[in-house]
């Protein structure tokens, strides 16, 4: 444009509404939004999504001490989780780690992925390999989340929870916990979800797992509001504790 020349007026054509009918720009949009919101929230969209990396690699074995929680010298599992940032990943040494009596044997406080099945050397995780095990003596429940956090455990024996009114295996109090390739077994609660209890609001995801039912109470529970999603459930091997039918169903909901 030369200088001093007068600048040129733009003009904007609008697109008439009347040439879409019926369906507007306003609807349109708000049936975009509502697609969106429906594939963010399906289970197909979580398994499309690619994994986080984690922040950091924390790393446990049973008999572990110590706050370094490194290869060279791991760490107590829940001391672990305790340290852990939200997004840290912790790697578990095969074995069996157990609960002080009258607490659970892991308290997930953190948005972390827990996993289990890791060899001597850190190889893993294979969890049929390299059983590890979250043991209770029965004086409480074996896994109890809550602080409204989500995360993840997978490859792990869970068993011997007891002396609890609800949960004897794992209780999801709030926040969502996924749990894969694991087994949950021989636990006990005194009214409902033996194997499993999971609050109202909480959510509890599975994959890839057997869970037993467990004396005077159902294997599974979920109140009112709680949400649990299967993804794939394991029904035969013979590396697995076998399903037993005690009293109850094997879910109440």
């Known amino acids: 444009m030369k200088t001093g020349s007068t600048p040129q007026a733009l003009t904007i054509t609008a697109v008439p509404i009347r040439r879409f009918g019926a369906l507007t720009f306003v609807p349109l949009l708000a049936v975009l939004a509502l697609l969106l919101l429906f594939w963010h929230i399906s289970p197909i969209a979580s398994l499309a999504q690619t994994p986080a990396t ?14 370094a929680c490194s290869q060279l010298n791991p760490c107590a599992l829940q001391t672990a989780v305790t340290l852990a940032d939200n997004g840290d990943e912790i790697r578990a040494r095969q074995g069996t780690y157990t609960n002080s009596p009258g607490q659970p044997t892991l308290a997930i406080t953190r948005s972390v992925t827990i996993l289990g099945g890791f060899d001597s050397d850190w190889n893993g995780p294979d969890p049929v390999l390299h ?3 979250l043991e209770s003596d029965g004086t409480s429940r074996v896994v109890h989340h809550f602080n409204s956090v989500t995360a993840v455990l997978d490859g792990f024996h869970i068993h011997g929870g007891g002396s609890v009114q609800f949960g004897g295996g794992v209780h999801i109090e709030n926040g969502q916990l996924t749990i894969d390739h694991s087994w949950i077994y021989d636990n006990v609660a005194t009214t409902s979800g033996g194997g499993v209890f999971i609050n109202s609001g909480a959510s509890g995801h599975y994959s890839k797992q057997r869970s037993t039912t467990a004396p005077l109470a159902a294997a599974a529970f979920m109140s009112i509001l709680a949400a ?3 993804r794939s ?21």
Do not use: D, E, N, V
């Open 131 to 133: 059983p590890t095990f």
């Open 228 to 230: 649990l999603r299967p």
């Open 54 to 67: 984690p922040t950091a690699i924390r790393y446990a074995a049973p008999g572990g001490s110590g706050t």
């Open 233 to 253: 459930f394991l029904t035969t091997s013979t590396t697995t504790p076998p399903l037993l039918a005690q009293a109850g169903a094997a879910a109440s909901m």
